[in-house]
């Protein structure tokens, strides 16, 4: 009767790992910089494509155009592993880490490829609970339907001129949500405090917001020093380790979903539609404006 079971289970859990993969978006986008425009493409269930500044190939350094593309396979829930097939980089053999996520600006001598997006052979992607996001290399990209919004260069955030001086700090919000028990927005509530809140959705009393104050660096436009913690409602102050953005481990704190920031720095890029705390990348979700 057991052996009858497995052939029936078996088959099942083969299926239901083989259809996982339904849930994937066909595009997954990072930006941060005009030199930095990751795509992730899904060509069917075994395939996918990395590029940088994708369609373009006029006017800039050879390196920072690259195409990868790898076969890939089921390893885990949620997750897939990468197998390089072929690549155009002429310095795939180079290894340098990659400059990090809302650190990349145009002064920046970028020599290889690699610091841009890194080769990921043999590497992984984890996708959040409803595939909106995908997490590689300690990369962050979201699912979009169109790359109409990566020429925009000159469209930057509000919180960028309030940041010069010559606007008002709002309630500009940034979010960053992978699974149910973790939903972050962030957002100014003066020039001088932030405001951290968490929704969890999954009912285990996870919600909480925290305020901190916050003192931008003098010669450092798009950074912000966490000074300390002015408030918080979170109901557990235990200390444990955070989750990873995409993990599926168990939240049972609210140290799993987000650390107190005491001290941390806030790295936003060189339009404010993305910043950066520690692993976790926001993304901005208000109106935009020109630059100039």
């Not at 030199?35 to 920072?64: A, C, P, Q, Y």
């Not at 028990?181 to 932030?194: G, I, W």
Request: charged content about 25%; overall charge positive; aromatic content about 12%.
């Amino acid at each position: 009767m057991k052996l009858l079971y497995c052939f029936i289970l078996f088959p099942l859990c083969c299926l239901a790992e083989s259809t996982s993969g339904n849930n994937i978006q066909k595009l997954y986008v990072f930006e941060d910089s005009p030199l930095r425009m990751i795509t992730m493409r899904f060509e069917n269930d075994s395939t996918v494509t990395i590029s940088n500044r994708e369609n373009e190939n006029n006017g800039w350094k050879h390196i920072l155009f690259f195409s990868d593309t790898y076969r890939y396979n089921w390893i885990s829930h949620r997750k897939i592993g990468l197998h390089l097939s072929t690549t155009n980089r002429d310095d795939y053999t180079v290894r340098k880490k990659p400059i990090l996520p809302a650190r990349m600006n145009t002064s920046q001598k970028v020599n290889y490829s690699c610091q841009i997006f890194p080769l990921l052979s043999d590497g992984v992607i984890t996708f959040s609970e409803d595939y909106s996001l995908l997490s590689a290399a300690n990369f962050i990209l979201r699912s979009t339907d169109s790359l109409k919004w990566m020429s925009k260069t000159n469209l930057v955030s509000p919180l960028l001129y309030a940041r010069l001086g010559i606007g008002k700090f709002k309630k500009y919000l940034y979010k960053f949500g992978d699974r149910k028990e973790r939903n972050l927005t962030f957002h100014f509530v003066d020039s001088k405090t932030v405001e951290i809140e968490n929704r969890d959705l999954s009912g285990k009393g996870l919600s909480f917001i925290d305020r901190y104050e916050v003192k931008p660096y003098k010669k450092k436009l798009c950074r912000y020093k966490i000074v300390k913690l002015l408030s918080t409602t979170r109901s557990d102050r235990r200390k444990a380790s955070c989750l990873p953005p995409m993990s599926s481990g168990e939240m049972s704190c609210s140290s799993n979903v987000l650390p107190i920031l005491e001290g941390k720095c806030i790295y936003f890029n060189i339009s404010y539609l993305l910043l950066q705390i520690g692993q976790f990348s926001f993304n901005y979700v208000g109106d935009t404006v020109p630059l100039g």
